[in-house]
């Protein structure tokens, strides 16, 4: 694959950023566009942090519809992952027979700075566990009144990241979607092939932190939804260093290919 590295990120994000007030706008508009339906979990003078469900299209009434939730933007200085969750909104291939839950950027406030934490400096995605900040106590609250998930997908980026990599929170050991999904992202963006990523074995751009989530001081919002509302979750990490399509690529591809090989058939 031809893509190369882009070499702006020295010590932090350096690349291109997303236009919140654009985002928002597109955002809202593919929801309406496409039959979404919006709520509002938490609100401040500046900001909405949006929530949208799609129901299922196509329910089997001798089934319960599959719950799949996905969100991006907890982390300001990852621009794809909202922009990605927009990317999906607007193409509108979510399998019919699925009810979708979709936060498309849960850190506005970061994503109009630029920056990792919220305003106050808090870094969200550290902060399931404690809950100091009004953004994820809101979201707590929120995700505490839903039903069980079948399948979550959290989407980030990584600046360090010599590739696109996911993280696999597989604890009953259900069939694995992890080679599906960074196989559908292999044609689109590299993989981080390296045998240790951020300090923990790694194989095929796939890590299966082997974890008691109780045993870690601080929780990711993944830890939060294995511990409470699924047993099957990814966190995708696209590679920050190159250009901001391909992460928006690589991203979407990693979402459709976890639906694919998950809920069949698509709308």
């Given at each position: ?6 070499h ?51 329910p ?58 919220n ?113 099957l ?9 190159f ?25």
């Amino acid at each position: 694959m031809s893509i190369q590295r882009l070499h702006r990120n020295h010590g932090g994000y350096y690349g291109e950023t997303a236009d919140l007030e654009r985002l928002w706008c597109d955002v809202n508009q593919a929801a309406r566009d496409h039959g979404w339906h919006s709520e509002y979990f938490h609100r401040t003078p500046e900001f909405d942090f949006l929530a949208l469900r799609r129901p299922a299209l196509a329910p089997d009434a001798a089934e319960v519809s599959p719950r799949v939730y996905i969100s991006a933007g907890i982390h300001g200085d990852e621009p794809a992952a909202p922009l990605a969750a927009l990317r999906l909104l607007q193409e509108d291939q979510w399998p019919a027979n699925a009810e979708i839950i979709l936060h498309p950027c849960l850190n506005p406030t970061g994503i109009s700075l630029n920056r990792r934490d919220n305003g106050q400096g808090i870094d969200l995605n550290r902060d399931y566990l404690d809950l100091q900040s009004a953004e994820v106590r809101a979201h707590v609250a929120w995700l505490e009144k839903q039903p069980r998930f079948d399948l979550c997908l959290c989407l980030h980026e990584d600046w360090e990241a010599h590739g696109f990599y996911v993280y696999e929170l597989n604890p009953d050991r259900q069939p694995s979607l992890a080679e599906a999904i960074v196989a559908r992202v292999a044609r689109v963006c590299p993989l981080d092939l390296s045998s240790v990523i951020e300090g923990r074995e790694a194989q095929g751009g796939i890590i299966r932190p082997n974890l008691d989530p109780h045993s870690r001081p601080q929780w990711p919002e993944a830890f939060w939804l294995l511990t409470h509302k699924t047993r099957l979750s990814y966190t995708l990490e696209a590679p920050s260093d190159f250009p901001l399509a391909v992460r928006i690529n690589a991203l979407a591809a990693g979402v459709k290919a976890a639906l694919a090989c998950r809920l069949l058939p698509s709308a």
